[in-house]
């Protein structure tokens, strides 16, 4: 399964700049892993860039981990 993050855009739209991320799944790109109905004209980023820095939603970023695998190397 893939997936991309998509901007949830606060008051003032997107000239506001993106209020958080939310994780979707390439299969409905207009709603976040948590159930967050987004604009279809949201910006988007490729899955690789959760976890660097961007305002993440925390329950899509739980169920996104439960969703991706993990190779033998992420466990110590």
Known sequence: MTHQLRAEYGPAGRSGGARMWHVVRNAAPNTGLCGRELDPDAESKPE?????????????GSLYMHEVPHLPADHF
């Open 48 to 60: 690789e860039d959760w976890g660097t820095g961007l305002r993440a939603c925390q329950q899509c």
